[in-house]
């Protein structure tokens, strides 16, 4: 069982009359645990409320635990967004420019660091994110003397289309290559296409092959699809192109399946011969005959498919369907699984088709509705407490999964139920009390963090192993008791 100092942490931080001898006492045990030094720093680095006196103070301890997980890969407050891009340390800013959920305005400041890496990092995750830097920033780093950096710029959002076009003309082949594309060759001026065509870098002969590359339309009749060599082609041919009877005829039998399967999704396959395949030895083509939008009801009710397990993407066709409320209740209703459940992907769904999906018999329409906003509680809570996918935490924040009445799972059996119990918006000091003594670590910590905590538990699952980085990031922890953990810690103030 892991080793407790809750007396320590009482009569440290929540025993003010104290006698001097147990104060000091209590402080050397405390000094010495250096395992839940690391706990309260980590915690009050995360802490929301945590003022920029106490994250300043945080952030000159060296090393910072566990800093390559929770300054990466956590949303980070404000306050230490602002602080560790502020380091004086490369390799902390470096990590913060690695952080995706890092404000704009913060990675903006990184793109333009000191440092040649933490610069390049800033910009080349600015890229990877899709972040829109500002204007006039982008413009420096495209025409600044970094070639590594005028490269990346070439792909930021928001980069001026002037901007662009000028690093097409650019001293380093890499930066030249990354300017030339389907969209800049054309207009790029005459001498600048010629010299790029005539560049004998590797990379930008690619780069103007690819902008220049112009696909020959696909074939649609037999004689254009024999004549075809490449097989990409003759399976695009086969599941997108126009394709006239004759060609269609010939693809729903051919002796290649995934040929056959083509067809079958093909919209331009009449449907009379996408029928044809209802009886094909292979269930993956019966499976796309099954899901084609001009297979009636009835039809598909007789199709013998099979669904894999996993996740399948929505049709197109039903996609099309989302803004039509009555085209939604008709897909709701249908035989076919694999439709309903991409009915639960719309944005928007009448009250009558949310009731419908809830009750669904298939455990995966139900489930996919709780991924959007539409589920209602009950199916949410049911959900939470016996999915086990890694997607079961996010439930808990679904519009419709915090309500009153959730408190009365406080005694249930089923842990991820008590763990529900504490985000009943009625639940009281009462509750989150009695569940911070929770055996399992979910809630224990869940409630260790929770602003209702009274503070006299608070103060001791400081001292708890577990659930004391937790207690540490519990937003109702006074600032001055933030300042005396690290000064037990040995922080300089």
């Known amino acids: 069982m892991p080793h407790s100092h809750a007396q320590p942490t009482r009569i440290a931080f929540g025993s003010p009359d104290a006698p001097e001898t147990a104060l000091a006492e ?55 967004a602002e602080v560790a891009v502020a380091h004086p340390e490369p390799r902390i800013r470096v990590m913060a420019a690695e952080n995706p959920y890092l404000p704009p305005e913060w990675r903006a400041v990184l793109a333009e660091d000191p440092d040649p890496k933490v610069r390049r990092v800033a910009v080349m995750l ?5 972040v829109e830097l500002p204007v006039e920033l982008t413009v420096r780093l495209a025409t600044g003397p970094e070639p590594r950096l005028r490269y990346l710029a070439a792909g930021l959002r928001g980069l001026p289309d002037a901007a662009l076009l000028s690093l097409a003309e650019d001293d380093d082949p890499r930066v030249r290559a990354a300017a030339i ?18 560049d004998p870098d590797p990379r930008v002969h690619e780069a103007v092959r690819h902008a220049t590359h112009v696909d020959a339309p696909l074939p649609t009749t037999v004689q254009g699809f024999l004549a075809e060599t490449e097989g990409r082609r003759r399976g695009a041919a086969a599941s997108t192109a126009p394709v006239d009877a004759a060609l269609a005829a010939l ?36 499976l796309a005959v099954s899901l084609r939008p001009d297979v009636t009801e009835e039809q598909r009710a007789r199709i013998a498919y099979t669904v894999p397990p996993g996740r399948h993407p929505v049709p197109d066709w039903v996609k099309d369907r989302f803004g039509d409320p009555d085209a ?5 209703a249908s035989s ?41 509680h009950e199916l949410l809570v049911e959900m939470f ?15 419709n999964f915090a309500r009153p009445g959730l408190a009365r799972f406080a005694d249930d059996p089923n842990a991820r139920l008590r ?39 608070l103060v001791e699952l400081l001292g708890e192993q577990g659930v004391a980085r937790a207690a540490a990031r519990n937003p109702s922890l006074p600032a001055a008791l933030m300042h005396r953990l690290l000064d037990a810690v040995g922080v300089d103030r």
């Open 26 to 80: 209590a402080l050397r045990t405390l000094r010495a645990d250096t395992s839940l030094h690391a706990e309260w720093i980590v915690g009050l680095a995360t802490n929301r409320n945590a003022p920029h006196e106490v994250v300043r103070r945080v952030f000159t301890v060296d090393p910072l635990p566990e800093a390559r997980y929770w300054l990466v890969y956590s949303r980070l407050t404000p306050m230490t």
């Open 126 to 130: 600015a890229r990877e994110y899709g």
């Open 181 to 198: 594309g389907s969209w800049s060759w054309s207009r790029l001026r005459p001498e600048v296409r010629a010299a790029a065509a005539a």
């Open 251 to 286: 693809l729903v039998t051919h002796e290649d399946s995934s040929i056959r399967h083509a067809a079958a999704r093909n919209p331009h396959t009449p449907v009379d011969l996408a029928l044809r395949l209802v009886a094909d030895r292979e269930p993956f083509v019966r």
């Open 328 to 332: 939604l209740r008709e897909t709701a």
């Open 336 to 376: 076919h699984v694999l439709l309903r459940r991409g009915v639960t992907c719309a944005p928007e769904l009448p009250a009558d088709v949310i009731e419908r999906l809830a009750a669904d018999e298939d455990y995966f329409v139900r489930l996919m509705l709780c991924e959007n906003d539409h589920a209602p």
């Open 385 to 399: 407490a016996g999915w086990d996918g890694l997607s079961w935490g996010m439930l808990a924040h679904r519009s």
């Open 419 to 457: 763990y529900a119990a504490l985000f009943d918006p009625q639940g009281g000091q009462d509750l989150v009390e009695r569940l911070s003594h929770d055996e399992d670590a979910l809630v224990g910590r869940r409630a260790a963090s929770d602003p209702r905590l009274p503070r006299p538990r």
